[in-house]
C-alpha cells in the first residue's frame, strides 16, 4: 500500500506559477516512477511529467520549457515546478507512482487525491 499526499494547486494569473508537491508514504520499496497526469473538461487525460527512479524525466510536448519535475528524496516528494502558466494549464493534477514488481510487466499503479490547477485572467 502506497499513499500519494497532493498539495500546491490554486489559482494563478496567465504567466504565473505554481509548485505541486507529492509526498510518498507506505511501501515504496520498488518505486519506480512517480509524476503528474492531468484532466481537463472536454478532453483527454494526459502525461503531464514523470520522473524515473533512476532520476530521468519526460514531461508532455506541451510544457516543455515551462515545467520541471524533481525530487527530494529524503523527504519521499516529487515537485512539479509550473512557470510561464497559461489557461490551457487549467486541469486537475493527479500524482501517479508506480510499484515495480518481479517483472517489468507487473507493475502497481497509485493515485494521488488530486489538486485543482486554475490558470485565469
Known amino acids: 500500500q502506497v499513499q500519494l499526499v497532493e498539495s500546491g494547486g490554486g489559482l494563478v494569473q496567465p504567466g504565473g506559477s505554481l509548485r505541486l508537491s507529492c509526498a510518498a508514504s507506505?511501501?515504496?520499496?520498488?518505486?519506480?516512477?512517480m509524476g503528474w497526469y492531468r484532466q481537463a473538461p472536454g478532453k483527454q487525460r494526459e502525461l503531464v511529467a514523470r520522473m524515473y527512479s533512476s532520476g530521468d524525466t519526460n514531461s508532455a510536448d506541451s510544457v516543455k520549457g515551462r515545467f520541471t519535475i524533481f525530487r527530494d528524496n529524503a523527504k519521499n516528494t516529487v515537485y512539479l515546478q509550473m512557470n510561464s502558466l497559461k489557461q490551457e494549464d487549467t486541469a486537475v493534477y493527479y500524482c501517479?507512482?508506480?510499484?515495480?514488481?518481479?517483472?517489468?510487466?507487473?507493475?502497481?499503479?497509485?493515485w494521488g487525491q488530486g489538486t485543482q490547477v486554475t490558470v485565469s485572467s
Open positions: 507506505g511501501n515504496i520499496i520498488g518505486l519506480y516512477a
Open positions: 501517479f507512482a508506480v510499484i515495480s514488481g518481479a517483472t517489468p510487466s507487473s507493475q502497481t499503479n497509485y
